[in-house]
């Protein structure tokens, strides 16, 4: 049986998809709910929220990522940081979860990825979880019902929860497995209930695409000024750094959370949802994204939560760290109806430096720009991969590794000559620890990295003094409005100003090495930038 509504000469049978007992096409939010309580999937929650657990895999599985090594891909993919598959693996793959699906009942979104849609491409996501679905109709962008009617998508997504891969047949690493084919314009994912990557696994797609369309795309939130999308702000960072945090800022026009291009034309968000962490959330703090914890089809994933009164525990990280809602743009009131911006005037690289030894806002040249692009320093938070239970250090080119296709260098030369043409300012910001290490130290106040933030991007913080950082060679702002001056000056904010030395000390010598990798494929002003 088949029920919703598709493009009639579009149906998964013309894919060659087929055996299925039920297939329900572009269901929306009420219906998929239904559906989703109906399979026992999850929970109704205050508001109509859908509370659901996904059982062991409550993060991203990275290592069990796989790109295919076709021909037309194997040339351009950076394969020392995706895994590759077979072609033979990933078809024997395909086959095997076609023949797992028969019998049964699956959900079809039609949906694309790209607010501009000169850049926009159409994903068909075919989900075994009604919440999945619900899920994803949130996060990416949903086409007038009309257009159901002539959608023909260009990369389809198969999400199979229950479908166990097998490593000696299908050329993975574990039962898990994400499998991107570019030539055969199919990801499948199996073996995990996370949400997450479903978004994620667009996102990688559009991060290969666009570069050839002279498209950069970027792990970054945006937001512009209220009225005037010319003052646009990006905000790059690894999970957990604050892109969804620090751009849902109350003062300004939120455009997205999570992933975003830079054409000719100005800023695009790829997406029509947020993906918000929800541990520690505290309304007074965050009003916008805890109103959506009880707004109608809001997916709250992994959160502990009172059977009668249906009440969530924003402290209780006992199913993971990583707790999560999905709604969309428009539950945040200041969202961009749009969700377009301008050439960003101001671009923030967020990083979580659990050393606590990086200035918490640094103001950037375009080559040391380029630099801590290509580095990608921060830590990886508890939960959002797998395995990962305290902040440990990392670098993750382009500040998002995982979902980088491409060579770093592709990303880094194309944002290079965007920042050139348009003129925008780069700063570092630091969201991780203060007055000491993880262990000693604290969190850097939120409130302070706003107001830090405020003044940037307002061009009061243009106006003050400013250090050159003798580490790093930033420079660094000695008095700004709203935080205190000590704050500015990490060293200070040690009890042992000795131990941050030695501290900082590292720090460079782990920055010189991890960009040994780089050295043959920068440029002259780049290698000036160089830390070390
Ligand atoms: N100074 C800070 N800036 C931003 N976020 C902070 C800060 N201090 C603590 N946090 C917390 O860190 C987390 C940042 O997560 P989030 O904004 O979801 O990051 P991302 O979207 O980059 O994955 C939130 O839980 C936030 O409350
Ligand atoms: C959903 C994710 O993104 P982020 O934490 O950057 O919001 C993730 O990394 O799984
Ligand atoms: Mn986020």
């Keep these: 049986m088949t029920f919703g509504r598709v493009n009639p000469n579009f149906r998964l049978e013309d894919q060659g998809i087929d055996g299925l007992e039920n297939v329900h096409y572009n269901l ?7 559906a989703a309580l109906k399979n026992g999937e999850g929970t109704l929650g205050r508001g109509g929220a859908f509370l659901v657990s996904t059982g062991k895999f409550t993060g991203r599985s990275p290592k069990d990522k796989h790109v295919v090594a076709t021909p037309s891909v194997k040339d351009s993919i950076w394969w020392e940081n995706n895994a590759a598959m077979s072609p033979e693996g990933f078809d024997a793959l395909y086959e095997d979860m076609l023949e797992h699906m028969k019998g049964g009942t699956y959900y079809v979104q039609d949906l694309t990825g790209g607010a501009d849609p000169a850049h926009a491409i159409k994903v068909r996501m075919v989900t075994e979880l009604a919440w999945h679905g619900l899920f994803i109709r949130h996060l990416l962008r949903r086409p007038d019902r009309d257009a159901l009617d002539g959608f023909v998508a260009d990369f389809t997504v198969i999400n199979c929860p229950s479908f166990q891969a097998d490593p000696k047949k299908h050329d993975c690493r574990s039962e898990t497995v994400i499998a991107m084919n570019f030539d055969r314009k199919i990801i499948l994912i199996g073996g995990t209930e996370y949400a997450g990557e479903n978004k994620k696994s667009v996102f990688s797609l559009l ?13 970054c939130s945006a937001n512009h000024a209220k009225g005037n999308p010319v003052d646009t702000a990006i905000f790059f960072g690894l999970s957990g750094t604050g892109k969804t945090t620090l751009s849902a800022d109350p003062g300004r026009t939120l455009i997205g959370d999570d992933e975003h291009g830079w054409s000719s034309r100005g800023t695009f968000n790829f ?95 375009p080559a040391q720009a380029m630099y801590h692009f290509l580095s990608g320093f921060t830590s990886k938070v508890a939960g959002t991969e797998r395995g ?5 250090p990392t670098f993750s080119t382009c500040f998002g590794a995982p979902f980088m296709p491409r060579r770093p260098e592709v990303y880094g030369n194309l944002l290079r000559s965007k920042i050139a043409k348009h003129g925008a300012t780069c700063w570092l910001v630091n969201t991780g620890w203060t ?3 993880y262990g000693t130290g604290s969190r850097m106040p939120i409130k302070a990295t706003r107001a830090l933030l405020t003044a940037a991007l307002d061009g009061s913080l243009g106006d003050v003094k400013f250090r050159t950082d003798a580490n790093f060679g930033f420079e660094v702002p000695v008095d700004a409005p709203g935080v205190p001056t000590v704050l500015l000056d990490p060293r200070r904010t040690w ?7 030695r501290q900082a000390a590292k720090l460079v010598k782990m920055f010189a090495e991890n960009f040994e990798q780089y050295l043959p494929h920068i440029d002259e002003d780049v290698k000036a930038a160089a830390i070390g």
């Design 28 to 34: 929306i939010e009420p219906a998929l709910i239904e």
């Design 207 to 219: 991060n290969y695409l666009l570069p050839e369309k002279d498209v950069m795309p970027m792990h």
């Design 271 to 365: 997406e029509g949802g947020c993906y918000a962490k929800t541990i520690n959330l505290d309304p007074e703090a965050e009003p916008e994204i805890y109103a959506t914890t009880s707004k109608f089809g809001t997916v709250i994933e992994n959160m502990v939560y009172d059977e009668e009164t249906r009440e969530l525990d924003f402290d209780d990280d006992s199913l993971t760290a990583n707790m999560r809602c999905a709604y969309p743009l428009e539950y945040i009131s200041n969202a961009s109806d749009t969700a377009l911006g301008g050439h960003p005037k101001n671009i923030i690289m967020l990083t979580c430096d659990a050393f606590g030894v990086l200035p918490p806002i640094a103001r950037l040249t």
């Design 388 to 392: 990962i239970t305290e902040p440990e």
């Design 435 to 437: 007055g000491g290490a």
């Design 495 to 501: 009890d042992n100003p000795e131990s941050y030395d």
